[in-house]
C-alpha cells in the first residue's frame, strides 16, 4: 500500500490492542489487530448496533431498540445475552470498574442508562428522565453524558445515581476524556464544549461549521471529524482546534485510539482510515461495506 502506516511490533497477540467496530442493520462487525488490516465478524443478530466498548475482559456491544445485548472476549466470536429492559441504546463506556450505557428511552419508560461489572449481568440506573442522552465518557473519576438538542448534561461518580447540569442548547454529539477534562463535539453548529468536572461547561468552536460526529483522545491530543466532508481537527486543550484534511470525503461518524494510533470509521463506508498521530492518515479497506456508529480498542 502506497504509503503505508508502519506499526513495529503489532502482531497476533489475542485481543490486546484489537479494534472493533459495529454498525446499522447488520449482523456484520469487523476487527483488526493494528488499523490497517480488516476482518469480518458476525453479532448474533441483524440489529441497529450502536455502541461497543471494552472493559474488564471484554467487548460489549449494543443495539437501538433491543434488549438483546452481544459480548465477546476477542471482538471475533459474539455470544448473545438479554436485558432485563429495552432500550434504544447510544453509546456506552467502561470506567472504575464498570460499564455504563446511555440511550434514548424508549415510549413508557424513563430509564435511559444501565450498568454492569463485567458487561454480563446489567443493572437498572437512576432514572436520567427525558432526553435525547447521544454519548457517555469516564475520566477523573467521573462519568459524563452529552445529550442532542437539550442544554442539560448529566453526571455521575458511579453511573448508578446522576445529577444534571447545564450548557448551550446544542447538538452535542460525542464527548471524550483527556488532558483532565471532558471534550465534546456538536453535530449542528461546529462548536465545542469542556468541562474539567462534568458540571460545569465552557464553549468553543471548531476551525469549520460543519457535523461533527468523529472523536477521540490519544497522544496528548484531541482529534475530531465532520459527517459528509474531508475535514478533521485536532486540539491540544479541547478548547483551540486546528483543521486537518482527511484522505477521502466520507460521512465520519466514530473514532477509537488504542495502541499509539486512531482509526476512524464512516456509516457506508468501505474504508477506514488509520492515523499515528491524528493529522497525517491513509486509507484501510474492510472487508464489508457498512454503517459504522461506533470502533472500540482492547485497551484501558
Not at 493529522?279 to 457498512?290: C, H, N, R, T
Amino acid at each position: 500500500m502506497a504509503g503505508a502506516l508502519v506499526l513495529p511490533g503489532y502482531g497476533r497477540r489475542g485481543p490486546a490492542g484489537r479494534f472493533v467496530a459495529v454498525g446499522d442493520s447488520s449482523r456484520d462487525a469487523v476487527w483488526s489487530d493494528d488499523g490497517l488490516t480488516w476482518m469480518q465478524a458476525s453479532l448474533p443478530a441483524a440489529l441497529n448496533w450502536r455502541a461497543v466498548a471494552w472493559g474488564g475482559d471484554c467487548f460489549v456491544a449494543l443495539a437501538a431498540g433491543s434488549a438483546l445485548y452481544a459480548w465477546s472476549a476477542d471482538g471475533k466470536t459474539w455470544i448473545p445475552g438479554e436485558l432485563p429492559f429495552r432500550g434504544n441504546w447510544t453509546s456506552i463506556t467502561f470506567g472504575n470498574g464498570r460499564f455504563v450505557a446511555v440511550g434514548d428511552p424508549l415510549s413508557g419508560t424513563s430509564t435511559g442508562a444501565m450498568w454492569s461489572t463485567d458487561g454480563r449481568s446489567w443493572h437498572r440506573a437512576e432514572p436520567l428522565g427525558y432526553g435525547y442522552w447521544r454519548s457517555v465518557a469516564y475520566g477523573g473519576g467521573r462519568f459524563a453524558v452529552l445529550a442532542y438538542l437539550m442544554d442539560t448534561t448529566l453526571w455521575s461518580d458511579d453511573g448508578d445515581t446522576w445529577q444534571s447540569s447545564a450548557t448551550k442548547f446544542s447538538g452535542w454529539s460525542k464527548v471524550c476524556w483527556g488532558m483532565g477534562r471532558f471534550v465534546g463535539v456538536s453535530c449542528l453548529r461546529g462548536e465545542t464544549c469542556s468541562s474539567v468536572d462534568g458540571v460545569n461547561w465552557s464553549l468553543g468552536e471548531m476551525p469549520t461549521y460543519e457535523s461533527w460526529y468523529a472523536l477521540a483522545f490519544g497522544k496528548d491530543r484531541f482529534v475530531s471529524a465532520a459527517a459528509w466532508s474531508r475535514n478533521g481537527a485536532w486540539s491540544r486543550d479541547g478548547v483551540t482546534w486546528e483543521k486537518i484534511l482527511l484522505p477521502i470525503k466520507a460521512d465520519w461518524n466514530c473514532m477509537g485510539y488504542g495502541r499509539g494510533r486512531f482509526v476512524l470509521m464512516a456509516r457506508g463506508g468501505g474504508d477506514a482510515l488509520c492515523s499515528e498521530d491524528g493529522l497525517s492518515w491513509v486509507q484501510a479497506p474492510l472487508p464489508v461495506y457498512g454503517d459504522w456508529n461506533a470502533v472500540a480498542c482492547a485497551e484501558g
